[in-house]
């Protein structure tokens, strides 16, 4: 993306010189003709041209006859009032300062636009957590299998970011800059606050849990919005365009971000889905009323052997777990494991 404003600054740059080839000027026409947002910024680019060269022009000027030719007219015999002249000359002396500031302003806003439009991307791979601090100074923690895709400079109207995955936010509070968090099909606005936002795109359902403050959940089309308070959970199914919001403990859901794995009255499915991301693993679900045990733990720095004997002791589960075989680029395969319902005796 650098490269492509790179080509395209420099394109409009020999246009507006007069050095342009016949070639380039016909690709640099193509290039505003395909979208809106070309044809704006290609209007922005000559705006500030234009405010350059009258600025290059102002730099050109003959100070000392300028202030002789006023000085012959300030002092005509002609009966006129001193301050007119005064505001006059005031006015000539502070061109060349309002020019260069209109310039610099519209440039500090141009490089802002261009720079929202670069992104990073951080991205926490299955089995490991990470931490980062966004631009504004805002801090976010990424769970495992995540991904927060954000801007180098935020834009002067959104703090805007897109997540895949799970992460817990403490934004920094600033009510005129909104911090806006895109997670598939919902968005989380707000201007300073602490919450989490679990939206894996596999899953149907996107949490939302807040911690401190205050936020505005909604849909993609803003149809469906809830304000959340501090306890709320904001469940929003991606398949029925539905939201609902009821009052729980945040513990269970933000206890990740310390290290822990906490169940409270889970069915196994959804604890199989954490145990994959949080170490790595595939699961294998072999008896299918396994998946309706309701499991209540915590696990905290526990092996993943000793996460399934924990189970297996507390559930009518047993568990089988395949050998990790190398594969030809030298990694490890993902090791599987696989669960049955104990039979009785």
């Not at 631009?135 to 927060?148: E, F, I, Q, Y």
């Not at 993609?220 to 365009?241: C, H, N, R, V, Y």
């Not at 009255?265 to 693993?281: F, I, P, Q």
Request: aromatic residues 10%; hydrophobic residues 40%; proline residues 3%.
């Amino acid at each position: 993306m650098q490269k492509e404003i790179f080509d395209i600054d420099q394109l409009i740059a020999s246009h507006l010189l007069g050095t342009i080839t016949r070639d380039d000027d016909q690709l640099l026409d193509d290039w505003i003709a395909e979208k809106i947002e070309n044809q704006r910024y290609y209007s922005e680019q000559k705006r500030l041209w234009n405010l350059f060269e009258m600025h290059q022009k102002m730099q050109k000027i003959d100070e000392r006859k300028a202030y002789q030719k006023i000085s012959a007219q300030l002092f005509k015999p002609k009966r006129i009032n001193i301050f007119t002249y005064i505001q006059r000359i005031a006015a000539i002396l502070l061109l060349p300062v309002i020019i260069v500031s209109a310039y610099y302003i519209i440039s500090e806003k141009t490089s802002r636009k261009q720079h929202a439009m670069v992104y990073n991307t951080a991205e926490t791979p299955l089995g490991m957590r990470s931490s980062l601090i966004l631009p504004d100074g805002t801090k976010v923690w990424l769970n495992a299998g995540s991904k927060l895709s954000y801007p180098i400079l935020f834009s002067d109207k959104f703090r805007a970011v897109k997540l895949e995955g799970e992460a817990y936010f403490e934004v920094v509070k600033d009510k005129k800059w909104p911090f806006l968090v895109q997670a598939g099909n919902m968005h989380v606005l707000v201007s300073g606050t602490t919450f989490n936002c679990n939206a894996y795109p596999e899953n149907d359902l996107i949490e939302t849990v807040l911690v401190e403050g205050q936020v505005t959940v909604g849909n993609e089309s803003a149809t469906i919005t809830k304000e959340l308070l501090p306890g709320d959970l904001a469940i929003f199914s991606k398949s029925s365009q539905q939201m609902n919001k009821a009052k729980i403990n945040p513990e269970k859901y933000i206890a990740w971000k310390n290290g822990k794995l906490m169940f409270r009255e889970d069915k196994m499915n959804l604890v199989v889905e954490k145990l994959e991301r949080w170490y790595n693993v595939e699961f294998e679900i072999k008896d299918k009323e396994i998946a309706d045990y309701i499991y209540t733990a915590t696990f905290v720095d526990e092996s993943l052997d000793q996460v399934l004997k924990m189970l297996s002791l507390s559930a009518p589960i047993r568990y089988s777990v395949s050998e990790r075989s190398k594969l030809g680029d030298q990694t490890f395969e993902k090791q599987i494991v696989k669960l049955y319902k104990k039979s009785k005796i």
